[in-house]
């Protein structure tokens, strides 16, 4: 019954912002030829929020074009929302079409040369998608509630009088207009932070993954889902926002994989990006790392403090969503047997016979010597190898983690 609790509550949470849509569309007939009922204007509104969410850059861009093109006349143009303006979508689409550029050649290119760029583009993706976040989704469910609180004017002993929308049904003396207001913007970027969070992942493996054509193969989908929700909105409104729901509850269902992966890419590009490994050094306990795939019990990619006790023994503490009560975790593992892999880019704690049970953020490249002299690591540091595909693929997408080759 746990396991379906958080179904329920999306499903429940669902009702309670479609219901006030539902009888208003029973109130506004729609006009003959087409569908202008408030539901169709959530319907449309879910497909925009869900696309933008999944790629805010091409998304804000691309809708941002549609409304420039659609305006009537250069008055209305002049308008229009900034993002729908030619100084933001122009370059906005010009620097999508370099990093597909850069996914494209990511095969041919050495990932020495492409994962600064890699780091780049994650960074892109958080600034873009709080900028989303913060300005567009809103303006897109505001405008829904306005057009459905505002509804046609008409004349009522001379005054301009709304007569119809939401703000004239009331049942069982309830006016669903207030409920409306309140639910609309809250819901839009709830369902924004969800779906964004599930595609940012993918800009996650791509900064983790040592292939190029994997990460092309991963941008390839996205866009793809993408373009589906555009053409599906295109040809039904009711069809892209089906497909939208669908997108919604699926990155609900991974939203605690999604959040660690988020997490983990927050702090790789930080560490990258300000070169903190220059400024850091390890402490002699209570170093903050994430867990491998074989920590027992703790989730790939928690972010928690690797702790020594007293009496020889490891223990790794976190909190669920870096909020929640603190967990420890033991190391079931004599540090006799521990490494420390250096990777290119990061390195991982290892044992030969159980695989990874913790990855080491960038800030510890050239401090893998002290941080195992603190720990009393009796494998020391070795150089790591190339992992095998398969079992590089199954760690990246949060399966059993590979055994890490050391050489």
Request: with cysteine; proline share 6%.
């Amino acid at each position: 019954m746990k396991r379906l609790m958080p179904c329920l509550l999306l499903a429940l949470s669902l009702t309670l912002v479609v219901a006030p849509f539902a009888f208003g569309a029973t109130a506004t007939p729609a006009a003959p030829g087409s569908d202008r009922s408030p539901v169709a204007s959530l319907a449309t509104a879910v497909t925009t929020v869900t696309g933008i969410a999944i790629s805010p850059l091409l998304g804000t861009g691309v809708y941002g074009a549609w409304q420039n093109f659609n305006a009537a006349d250069d008055a209305a143009r002049a308008k229009l929302p900034w993002y729908a303006q030619w100084t933001f979508f122009g370059p906005a689409l010009l620097l999508v079409g370099a990093c597909a550029a850069k996914d494209a050649l990511g095969a041919v290119v050495p990932p020495g040369l492409k994962k600064p760029l890699d780091v780049l583009e994650t960074i892109e993706n958080k600034a873009t998608g709080l900028v989303a976040a913060g300005a567009v989704v809103p303006f897109t469910m505001s405008a829904v509630s306005s057009m459905l609180l505002g509804g046609k004017v008409g004349a009522v002993d001379g005054a301009g009088t709304a007569i119809d929308g939401l703000a004239m049904i009331q049942i069982g003396a309830m006016d669903f207009s207030a409920v409306l207001n309140v639910l609309t913007v809250p819901f839009g970027l709830a369902m924004f932070a969800v779906v964004w969070m599930a595609s940012h992942a993918i800009n996650v493996l791509i900064l983790v993954s040592p292939w190029g054509a994997i990460d092309a193969a991963l941008k390839g989908m996205r866009t793809a889902l993408l373009g589906l929700l555009t053409l599906s909105a295109t040809i039904n409104p009711w069809l892209g926002a089906v497909l939208s729901l669908v997108v919604i509850v699926i990155a609900y269902l991974v939203a605690g994989w999604a959040f660690r992966l988020t997490v983990f890419g927050t702090v790789f590009s930080w560490d990258f990006f300000t070169r903190r490994s220059a400024r850091f050094s390890p402490k002699e306990n209570d170093n903050l790392m994430f867990s491998g795939g074989d920590l027992p019990g703790v989730p790939m990619r928690t972010y928690g403090r690797l702790v020594q006790r007293t009496e020889g023994g490891l223990e790794f503490f976190y909190r669920p969503w870096l909020c929640l009560p603190p967990k420890a975790a033991p190391v079931p593992v004599a540090k006799t047997q521990i490494a420390i892999g250096r990777g290119l880019f990061f390195s991982t704690v290892t044992v030969q016979a159980a695989g990874t049970l913790f990855l080491l953020p960038p800030r510890y490249r050239g401090h893998e010597e002290v941080l195992g002299r603190a720990y009393q690591f009796g494998g020391g540091v070795r150089e790591a190898g190339l992992r095998k595909a398969w079992s590089v693929l199954r760690e990246l997408f949060g399966g059993v983690a590979a055994k890490t080759q050391l050489t």
